[in-house]
């Protein structure tokens, strides 16, 4: 369910969502650009997805000209087979949902997967609570990737797709609205997923030694409130001790 259409300024709707414990819903980004909409995530589900775009319908000058995904976990690209639009994505995310996009993807499957790997039980069974019908449900792979940096160039608006090394996955993706000063931070700033912890001995420090503070007026994370700079530095001091 939204809790939010937050407007920043003409040309960013930030949909944030209620937080429902148990189900992963992370903050979708809609860029208006005169006669284009960029989607920066897609929500964890198609149905998701659909209630966002009967919420923005009259709001959107045109069909949707280009998806981004800031990494490839099930809550930010599941909603995706909603669209039909090109997704941009780092070369690492078509590379980890190439191996699910041929299978066929249904509770049965879903549950198998729980067998042969209990660690991701509570994972998978999140997905099947927010999906209502498999039928139609398709995974949507990047047909655009990059590998380092990437402009997306509006009318009047740029993208700059930014790849860092995360630890919450290898194919992290920040989004920054260069005149807007907003930046996406996808799910970077969070631990990984506990079925993949010892496969990210990266630093958080490192990653956040890397952003673009000065140009940044508004932190957007995967996750909960938008924050201002200082209240993101804030927070990332106390989070991670720095
Ligand atoms: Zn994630």
């Not at 775009?53 to 009259?58: F, H, K, N, P």
């Not at 998978?124 to 402009?151: C, G, Y």
């Not at 260069?178 to 700033?189: H, K, P, R, S, T």
Request: hydrophobic share 40%; net charge negative; glycine share 4%.
């Amino acid at each position: 369910m939204i809790r939010e259409i937050r407007a920043i300024g003409d040309s960013l709707r930030i949909i944030i969502p209620e937080n429902v414990p148990g189900v992963d819903q992370p903050n979708i980004g809609v860029v208006v650009s005169e006669d284009q909409t960029v989607f920066i995530d897609c929500g964890n589900s198609p149905n998701y997805l659909r209630s966002v775009l009967a919420e923005l319908d009259s709001t959107l000058p045109g069909p949707i000209s280009y998806i981004i995904y800031t990494h490839h976990h099930w809550d930010h690209v599941f909603g995706a087979s909603a669209l039909s639009a090109p997704v941009v994505a780092h070369e690492r995310c078509y590379q980890n949902l190439t191996p699910l996009a041929s299978a066929k993807i249904d509770r049965s499957f879903w549950e198998k997967e729980i067998r042969r790997h209990p660690l991701f039980e509570q994972s998978h069974r999140a997905k099947m609570s927010v999906m209502d019908n498999w039928e139609d449900f398709r995974i949507v792979l990047p047909t655009i990737t990059f590998q380092k940096r990437m402009e997306l160039r509006l009318r009047s608006c740029t993208l700059e797709l930014i790849h860092v090394e995360a630890p919450h996955s290898d194919d992290s993706t920040l989004v920054r609205l260069i005149e807007q000063g907003v930046l996406f931070l996808g799910d970077a700033i969070y631990h990984p997923p506990v079925y993949a912890q010892e496969h990210r001995p990266l630093s958080f420090r490192k990653m956040l030694a890397t952003l673009p503070y000065k140009e940044v007026n508004l932190f957007v994370p995967g996750h909960g409130e938008p924050m201002n700079r200082d209240d993101f530095r804030e927070r990332m001091k106390i989070k991670f001790r720095l």
